[in-house]
């Protein structure tokens, strides 16, 4: 069962370099995530997908943009990382109203 | 948007004791989820618990009940004969029954297990 798989697992950026976190889920799942987890904060939505075509902000939008795929695959995207950007990254996916998040394992995300 | 509190940024415990973590959430709705996530060193999220807000009976999952309390907006953890291997980070998080898209995670509670 490899339920929500992330990658890359750590990623070194310098300043104004681009990147794309990829995550990709086989629970059949409708809803996807992307959350950064700073100390102290816990964990902030950045974005999310209710479904296939659709994508919502959260509550840090400012710096990324997502892209839904296909059910499966919700991508994040850094355009121009600024160092305000180094957290930790997780993509959830969630079926059902009363099902919990699913996680991946996490991308450690460094912008010197 | 809904808020959590967790009002204990740290917390110890001994081993084979017991400890309560404590989480309150502020919602004007009637259905909701609630949930608690333990974040081991290996930085990976794992569901320990979760309570329908329209179920009284309090959830229990082993070592690892909650104390409900839908009046006060309280969802206590409570790891009962605590091991080394419960020392995380400990999230408590909120979800809507109607609008049930988005999650809303408190800040975390540290949990230490002494030997």
């Known amino acids: 069962n490899a339920g929500v798989t992330q990658t890359p697992k750590f990623q070194v950026l310098k300043t104004g370099q681009s990147m794309t976190l990829q995550c990709a889920q086989d629970?059949?799942?409708?809803?996807m995530y992307w959350y950064r987890q700073d100390p102290g904060m816990g964990l902030r939505l950045i974005y999310y997908?209710?479904?296939?075509?659709?994508?919502d902000k959260g509550e840090v939008p400012n710096g990324y943009n997502v892209s839904r795929l296909n059910k499966r695959e919700f991508s994040l995207r850094l355009e121009s990382a600024a160092p305000s950007q180094t957290s930790v990254y997780f993509c959830a996916s969630s079926g059902t109203l009363n099902s919990p998040l699913h996680f991946g394992n996490g991308t450690r995300l460094t912008v010197t | 948007a809904q808020t959590v509190t967790q009002s204990q940024p740290e917390m110890s415990v001994q081993e084979a004791e017991t400890v309560t973590l404590s989480c309150t959430y502020d919602?004007?709705?009637?259905?909701?989820?609630l949930f608690w996530y333990k974040q081991p060193p290996s930085r990976q999220m794992i569901l320990v618990i979760r309570q329908e807000a329209y179920k009284q009976q309090n959830a229990t999952e082993n070592r690892f009940s909650v104390n409900f309390q839908k009046a006060a907006k309280s969802f206590s953890l409570k790891i009962s004969d605590s091991q080394l291997g419960d020392a995380a980070m400990y999230f408590c998080a909120y979800r809507s029954a109607n609008t049930g898209n988005q999650f809303y995670f408190g800040t975390g509670t540290s949990l230490t297990v002494i030997p």
């Open positions: 997908s209710a479904s296939e075509g659709t994508t």
């Open positions: 629970m059949n799942h409708n809803s």
């Open positions: 919602t004007s709705e009637s259905d909701y989820y």
